[in-house]
């Protein structure tokens, strides 16, 4: 597997996750490091786990649920950290199906 593949999901992952957690409010150096560290837990492992077969409905809710967890356990003050991490995950999901069929 290409090691670009991982840099390029991860880091398209934080330039839209980064945004989306600013507009839900989090606006602390403490929090806005913890969607960097989330990511970079949950990002690698379900494109490592999506390329070796694994269907990609079951990972996304699993880094879905842990990085929710993340987020209300090592987060200050997140309101609706599940919901943060499922608007979140949406959202960079989304734009990344889309620029694949456009690209």
Do not use: D, Q
Not at 51 to 60: M, N, T
Request: overall charge positive; aromatic content about 8%; charged content about 10%.
């Amino acid at each position: 597997m290409n090691f670009s593949i991982f840099a390029v999901s991860l880091g398209l992952t934080l330039l839209l996750e980064l945004p989306a957690a600013y507009a839900w409010g989090l606006r602390s150096r403490h929090n806005l490091t913890v969607v960097v560290l989330v990511n970079v837990l949950t990002n690698p492992a379900v494109v490592l786990l999506h390329a070796l077969g694994i269907p990609i409905l079951p990972l996304e809710a699993s880094a879905i649920a842990a990085e929710g967890f993340c987020y209300r356990h090592c987060g200050k003050n997140i309101r609706s950290p599940y919901l943060l991490a499922l608007c979140a995950n949406g959202f960079s999901y989304g734009v990344g199906r889309i620029l694949n069929i456009i690209l």
